[in-house]
């Protein structure tokens, strides 16, 4: 897959060559999934972690649901790391959150990573994870993920966060 391959509102799978597969998508049931087939694409790809990005008032929000209780009671594992819209986690709980995705994938779990829109946190996000599985730099983290995720990682703040992890 590759950025000419990107659907901004489905399920996109960044090639980490681990035993669990890595995803992103944006919020299922947001403004990008109303009908919320993005659950059925989950369950298609057999997903058993998921990595929330977003708030839960950020989440009724942009949903109407409760989402993390949804996923819970579906069985999926979450691991939640709420980020403000543009910003930037603490980085010893962003360290946590990439551990344990990291942790579920070479377990073979495979795994989707969503903010609202699954571009900008989800990038850097992705971009950290990338330099931990992968070993890469910062700056060639960012360019990986944004090969298949055009416009990830979406400011300076996150940016720096992607580049200093």
Request: aromatic share 8%; glycine share 10%; net charge negative.
């Amino acid at each position: 897959m590759s950025a000419q391959s990107f659907n901004p509102g489905g399920l996109t799978e960044l090639p980490f060559g681990l035993p669990g597969r890595v995803f992103r998508s944006p919020i299922p049931f947001g403004d990008r999934d109303r009908n919320g087939q993005l659950v059925i694409q989950y369950q298609l790809e057999c997903i058993a972690a998921i990595v929330i990005l977003v708030g839960d008032e950020e989440i009724l929000v942009s949903t109407g649901k409760n989402l993390r209780r949804y996923y819970l009671e579906s069985g999926y594992d979450v691991i939640h790391l709420p980020i403000p819209d543009y910003g930037v986690p603490d980085p010893s709980n962003l360290a946590l959150a990439v551990s344990s995705a990291l942790e579920h994938a070479i377990a073979g779990k495979h795994t989707v990573v969503h903010c609202n829109a699954g571009i900008g946190r989800t990038g850097m996000f992705l971009a950290c994870l990338a330099k931990e599985a992968l070993g890469k730099t910062g700056d060639e983290a960012i360019r990986w993920v944004r090969s298949f995720i055009p416009g990830a990682i979406e400011n300076p703040g996150q940016l720096e966060m992607a580049r200093s992890y």
